[in-house]
């Protein structure tokens, strides 16, 4: 086996993982279908987005929790600004985390919003870092010669 088809191999196998542990959904997949010659950096230039928008948006959730009076129709709304991000990309397990949170910002719960604020945290970070790897992966299999099949 050539180290291009390992490459495609090892590729394949990963983004499946990202699947079957709940990280990204069917929505990735579209979003996948929409990138082309033409634009061959789509995929990575809107998870760019996201992550710019879901780290600005996370540091607004901190903000509001941490004010005296905390005004939970702002919280709801950064909730769900999130939500709707990570829906449009796929990152299945920070929308779940969000819905957790809009529930507990309409019970007006602090102590449930700030657990979900932390896993929230949590599941951005993992996604993030998986996908990341995922794009390398793909720079490496490009640079080595390779396509990726959608």
Do not use: W
């Amino acid at each position: 086996m050539d180290v291009v088809t390992q490459m495609q191999r090892q590729l394949l196998q990963y983004t499946s993982s990202l699947f079957k542990e709940g990280f990204l959904d069917d929505q990735f997949n579209q979003l996948q279908q929409l990138q082309d010659e033409s634009n061959p950096e789509f995929v990575v230039e809107v998870v760019t987005l996201f992550f710019e928008d879901a780290e600005r948006l996370l540091n607004e959730l901190s903000k509001s929790l941490e004010q005296e009076s905390i005004d939970f129709r702002r919280v709801d709304a950064h909730v769900h600004q999130l939500k709707g991000s990570s829906s449009s990309i796929g990152a299945q397990r920070v929308q779940r985390v969000c819905i957790a949170f809009k529930n507990f910002c309409e019970q007006q719960n602090v102590e449930g919003c700030l657990k979900s604020l932390q896993e929230i945290k949590q599941e951005y970070s993992l996604v993030k870092t998986k996908l990341e790897t995922l794009f390398k992966m793909e720079k490496q299999l490009f640079a080595a010669g390779g396509s990726v099949s959608r």
